[in-house]
Nanobody
Framework: QVQLVESGGGLVQPGGSLRLSCAAS????????MSWVRQAPGKGLEWVSD????????YYADSVKGRFTISRDNAKNTVFLQMNSLKPEDTAVYYC???????WGQGTQVTVSS
């Protein structure tokens, strides 16, 4: 059974940083593209970033490019999202996803506010 468990969210001031983690189990983690997707209050889902199975290729939404960095540790079955220079508009629930299988975590809340 696929499990994706996010952690690392919280309240941070504008300009601050957070590092999200997603621990995966129940599948061959190193074989799959992993994604981060977010949902701001009252809005739809927004794709944030992808990383390929080996970690050598990464992709970002224009809204986070240059501020967020996705990475993965295939030995630890974990994917990360380093978020720097956070803005109030980054406030959202952040989900880790294995989109190919329709698998999602429970989400972690990120709130950017002074």
């Amino acid at each position: 059974q696929v499990q994706l468990v996010e952690s690392g969210g919280g309240l941070v001031q504008p300009g601050g940083s957070l590092r999200l983690s997603c621990a995966a189990s129940g599948f061959t983690f190193s074989s799959y593209i992993m994604s981060w997707v977010r949902q701001a209050p009252g809005k739809g889902l927004e794709w944030v970033s992808d990383i390929n199975s080996g970690g050598g290729s990464t992709y970002y939404a224009d809204s986070v490019k240059g501020r967020f960095t996705i990475s993965r540790d295939n030995a630890k079955n974990t994917v990360f999202l380093q978020m720097n220079s956070l803005k109030p508009e980054d406030t959202a629930v952040y989900y880790c996803a294995k989109i190919s299988g329709g698998d999602w975590g429970q989400g972690t809340q990120v709130t950017v506010s002074s």
